[in-house]
């Protein structure tokens, strides 16, 4: 048997004509967080619903803890949190007597609800807020209790479809920051959905990127910056013109060069210079005002391996 905590074989659902995981074959390892990268509408909700069988797949196979999905459903909800669309809270309830409602529904003892939400609230500093009312709490604080409540009964694994949604940005950085520090301490491996680039850079030790219900790649961030990213340079400045472009094109040091949001974006060979590169520049008319060189962003990986779909 496997000791992934997450195998899948060939696994593919379509919804009439609309094929939303197609032919999906993948590993996730137990204690890590695994961030599933995808645009709208990539086939990652679908994927979630089909490793915790509340959908059935049309072909092939998917072991969640080593169950199969299609018969063992039930064992595999049993060891596994999920927080999906809905943050499942009551808000007509104190936070405290949220997580019991939930500590109870998983058959805890009293003395163990009472251990557990003390623990989690004290880590998420909300353990002075307990007794208010959910209803009166900030989408930020909500969303923290929401994976208080998936992590209560000490799951191995958690689904997590795009926690940060719907938050500003200090809020998603503290959530993730939250998130980061409890599943340590938890040891839970943690499967989750992103659009957000940063959060899976932040996050994650491995990620898929998933287009069309297609897996595109899989692999730490850092190996698809290397793998995707070839070394490039962001030179900011003014006077980029189709016909500079199309110098800079025609140059052996340059693989590709493209203006995005006012940066002119280059991609060069392992071991080219960036100084000549410069001086052509100028020499054509360009002005430069700062030059940087570096690898790939994930967000520069995942656009390439976008527009490479595209193709
Ligand atoms: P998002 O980030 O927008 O949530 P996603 O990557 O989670 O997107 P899915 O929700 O899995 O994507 O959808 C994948 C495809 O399957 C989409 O084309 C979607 O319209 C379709 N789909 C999903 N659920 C259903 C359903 N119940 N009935 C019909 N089509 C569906």
Request: aromatic share 4%; proline share 5%.
């Amino acid at each position: 048997m496997t000791d992934a905590a997450i195998r899948t074989n060939n696994l593919t659902r379509d919804f009439g004509s609309v094929r939303a995981v197609d032919s999906l074959t993948l590993s996730v390892p137990p204690g890590i967080i695994f961030g599933f990268l995808g645009a709208n509408g990539a086939g990652k909700t679908t994927t979630i619903h089909l490793l915790l069988s509340l959908l059935e797949p049309t072909r092939g196979q998917a072991e969640v803890l080593g169950f199969d999905t299609r018969a063992h459903g039930g064992e595999i909800r049993a060891r596994t949190g999920a927080l999906l669309e809905f943050p499942g809270l009551y808000e007509r309830l104190s936070a405290e007597h949220n997580l019991d409602f939930y500590g109870r529904v998983w058959h805890l003892s009293a003395a163990e609800r009472q251990d557990r939400i003390k623990a989690l609230l004290t880590h998420l500093d909300l353990y002075d807020r307990r007794k208010e009312r959910v209803g009166t709490w900030s989408r930020g604080m909500k969303q923290k209790l929401a994976i208080a409540r998936v992590l209560l009964h000490r799951p191995r694994l958690i689904f997590l479809d795009e926690p940060t949604a719907g938050l500003d940005p200090v809020a998603a950085a503290a959530l993730r920051d939250d998130l980061a520090t409890l599943v340590q301490r938890e040891g839970v491996t943690v499967f989750l959905n992103t659009h957000n680039l940063p959060e899976a850079e932040r996050l994650c030790q491995q990620v898929g990127v998933i287009r069309q219900g297609k897996l595109l790649t899989v692999g730490s961030p850092d190996m698809l910056r290397q793998q995707t990213g070839r070394p490039r340079a962001d030179i900011l400045g003014d006077g980029f013109t189709p016909e500079v472009l199309a110098l800079l094109r025609a140059r052996p040091d340059v693989t590709s060069a493209t203006m995005r949001n006012d940066h002119l974006l280059l991609e060069l060979p392992a071991d080219a210079r960036v100084a000549p590169i410069v001086s052509a520049l100028v020499q054509a008319g360009a002005e430069i005002e700062e030059v940087r060189r570096g690898t790939a962003s994930l967000e520069e990986v995942f656009l390439t391996l976008m527009e490479e779909g595209e193709r």
